[in-house]
């Protein structure tokens, strides 16, 4: 991407739109609908792929991600949080 196309965001923009990806992601996903039950996976190996291994969870909540954000991004970086001296 060329220098003058990117975009500086602020923490608070970010945390933003993180925290509506969190919520429609794990809130309101049709991608979570699944006809199996959910259960342990007991073969060995891996994969993301939704149609291998990893299902997402019908059940899931957003609460436990939302709550992480909250508590661990702050809303504003701090002042000089760069590390460079005023």
Known sequence: MRARD???YDLSTIKHWLRLF???FFTISQFKRSA?????KISSGGSLSPRGDWRAP???TASV???ELE?????DAA???GGDPE
């Open 6 to 8: 990117r975009r500086a």
């Open 22 to 24: 969190l919520f429609r």
């Open 36 to 40: 199996m039950p959910n259960g342990p």
């Open 58 to 60: 019908s059940d899931s």
């Open 65 to 67: 991600w939302l709550d």
């Open 71 to 75: 508590s661990g991004v702050p809303d």
């Open 79 to 81: 002042p000089n949080a």
